[in-house]
């Protein structure tokens, strides 16, 4: 007797895809809309993990955008200090669908405000990227010119972005009363001071998420009409919430939405896919813990597998070249030092409202 | 009453010469100091690590040099009361290269992100060029061994800036051209400041303390008078030998005494002018 389900392939059957499976290449998780060749020109964007994507694609010599690149001779660690080299741009990261739709159209209309900048002693950061400038800059003059450089860059990475990869971290942000701007980080965690007067807290809903998202998609056609979009959900756990609600309660609604709100942008739009990176990390029938002992970073091994699968999917990985790194190397999975410093290695805005807990 | 001489070690490569022309030629001009080199051209004294109260090498080469020129191939720390670090690339060449990639709003000749762009120095922020400054300099052979030295022991450390190219330098095309631009640009007197304050921060945060290039011997900023360039002599055992016409280098023994002058000033050790 004929049904739906029985000609379908094996990783339509949890037994088949999930439980039998190669959990380490995922044959077929991940099988994409369109092509990424070696030219083709990548940009991304979003939370941390964004930064792992960009490293990834990097390491195979993709000609991964990077409109404001560091100084020639900057040392890696000031240059990444200093916001360079983490994403395709010094815009820090980006953690909500909100956050880079407000940029993409400040870059259309070369919009700065002077209201958006903040103070700690004596110094200025600009809020909608306050990371990018660990000492901040010594006038609001400084401020206003070096996003009005930003913003001119940007305008030139949409316009030649074939590949648009954008990394969705949170539904929670903070928003600036006055402009209503929302920001990527809360007042009061790298400057200014949180006045409930002025910054109000929102939790974006599934339908302002993807009525954004689309705006996104709509806005970066306008400035490349072939633009594809990559979108993917950030694995790691929110740091707190100010929801009120519990944690982890919290991180389920902000992790379930950005993964629906992307899969249904993916099921409308050709030029939008969806890697599956959050569910190589989460699900639990992967053979051992993909998270260090904190629950939130990522064990380096998995993301490691998690970008193999993406770069398989387009046929881009060196396995060759990797599997003489991985036999010139092979301390990184098993030295605890090296695990502990993997924190280190991603520059998270996010992670320091855990460092101001009371 | 004459008290007795304070042993200065000065350390470095070719720039060590002047110092070493100074402290022969007017000898009498610091009566407390006794002067002991102990450096060789290049990068010889990169091969040096302090270890157990000297500067040792393993490197036979090294020593070698060090031995042929200075007639002393380790130092024993112990019984010098000061040292002055000189030349091994702490100078402004360090700051020039930063802002010949780079600009930020602080240059005088910078009205905002359009004059950056044009000019193909992306703006940056003050903080980042300091930064990026103070990274280039501390990566210096002369920073690293003042800042091992002052690590390493209870007497005074000084770094002496090296000099900044003669002003004949802009004649000689690319190799000075970003001294040219910025100094084109109205940037220089600025550039100067700039570095010298950055210097002195680091060094203060090392606990060395920093050897400004006097004043007078600047012209520009960025460049230093003839008159202290002038007859600068090499780096030789046999001495008397003088760079070439054309070196924009390396100063002269003026250029040193003005130096030492100051030296003696920050020790608290008397200068006898001539009469």
């Known amino acids: ?358 | 009453m004459t008290l007795p001489a304070k042993t200065v070690c000065v350390l470095g490569n070719s720039h060590m010469a002047a110092f070493v022309t100074a402290s022969d030629q007017w000898a009498a001009r610091w009566p407390e100091m006794r002067f002991i080199p102990f450096g060789a051209h290049g990068k010889s004294l990169e091969c040096y690590r302090v270890e157990e109260g000297a500067l040792v090498s393993d490197d036979a080469e090294a020593r070698a040099r060090l031995l042929a020129l200075t007639g002393q191939d380790r130092l024993d720390l112990a019984g010098i009361d000061a040292f002055v670090v000189t030349g091994l690339q702490f100078s402004i060449f360090a700051p020039v290269r930063v802002f010949n990639q780079v600009s930020s709003m602080a240059l005088p000749s910078v009205a905002g992100h359009r004059d950056a762009v044009e000019r193909n120095r992306p703006l940056t922020s003050g903080a980042l060029t300091e930064a990026y400054c103070r990274e280039r300099l501390r990566a210096t052979l002369g920073y690293r061994l003042a800042r091992d030295l002052a690590q390493a022991g209870a007497a005074p450390v000084f770094l002496a800036s090296q000099p900044r190219p003669a002003v004949s330098a802009r004649e000689q095309g690319y190799k000075f051209a970003g001294f040219t631009r910025l100094h084109e640009r109205g940037d220089g007197i600025w550039l100067s400041q700039e570095y010298d304050r950055i210097a002195r921060r680091i060094c203060r945060a090392a606990g060395v303390r920093y050897l400004a290039q006097p004043p007078r011997t600047i012209r520009d900023g960025l460049f230093t008078k003839y008159k202290f360039m002038r007859g600068s002599l090499r780096l030789a055992k046999a001495g008397n030998i003088r760079h070439p016409v054309d070196d924009v280098i390396h100063a002269n023994a003026d250029f040193a005494r003005l130096m030492i002058d100051q030296l003696a000033a920050a020790l608290d050790l008397s200068i006898v002018p001539a009469e």
């Open chain 1, 1 to 358: 007797m004929k049904n739906p389900y029985s000609d379908l392939a094996p990783s339509a059957f949890w037994k088949t895809g999930v439980v039998q499976t190669d959990k380490t290449l995922w044959p077929d998780l991940f099988v994409p809309k369109f092509a990424i060749e070696p030219e083709t020109r990548v940009a991304t964007a979003g939370s941390c993990f964004a930064q792992r994507i960009r490293q990834a694609l990097a390491d195979q010599n993709m000609p991964i955008l990077d409109v404001e690149p560091a100084p020639e001779a900057l040392q890696e660690d000031l240059a990444r200090e200093f916001g360079y080299g983490l994403h395709s741009a010094r815009y820090g990261n980006i953690y909500t669908p909100r956050q880079l739709l407000e940029l993409l159209q400040d870059v259309q209309t070369g919009t700065v405000r002077e209201e958006l900048i903040w103070q700690r002693k004596g110094r200025f950061f600009d809020m909608l990227r306050p990371n990018v400038e660990p000492d901040g800059c010594a006038s609001v003059r400084e401020v206003l010119e070096l996003r009005r450089l930003h913003l001119a860059r940007l305008r030139g990475l949409f316009e030649t972005t074939d590949v648009f990869v954008f990394t969705l971290g949170l539904t929670e942000a903070w928003l600036h009363g006055p402009t209503g701007r929302c920001l990527p980080v809360a007042p009061g965690v790298i400057a200014g001071e949180y006045d409930p007067g002025t910054y109000r807290f929102h939790n974006f809903s599934h339908s302002e998420l993807l009525k954004d998202l689309k705006a996104i998609r709509a806005t970066l056609r306008q400035f490349h009409k072939k633009i594809k979009i990559i979108l993917t959900t950030s694995p790691v756990p929110i740091t707190a919430t100010a929801s009120g609600d519990h944690v982890l309660n919290a991180s389920t609604y902000t992790k379930s939405t950005l993964r629906s709100v992307a899969g249904e942008m993916a099921m409308r739009f050709n030029n939008v896919d969806y890697f599956p990176g959050y569910e190589i990390v989460t699900t639990w029938a992967r053979d051992g813990m993909a998270y260090q002992d904190n629950l939130r970073s990522i064990r380096p091994e998995v993301v490691a597998d998690v970008m193999a699968v993406f770069l398989d999917a387009y046929g881009l990985r060196d396995t060759q070249d990797s599997a003489r790194r991985d036999a010139e190397d092979p301390a990184p999975a098993e030295d605890p030092e090296y695990l502990d410093g993997q924190e280190d290695d991603l520059v998270c805005e996010e992670s320091l409202i855990e460092a101001l807990q009371k």
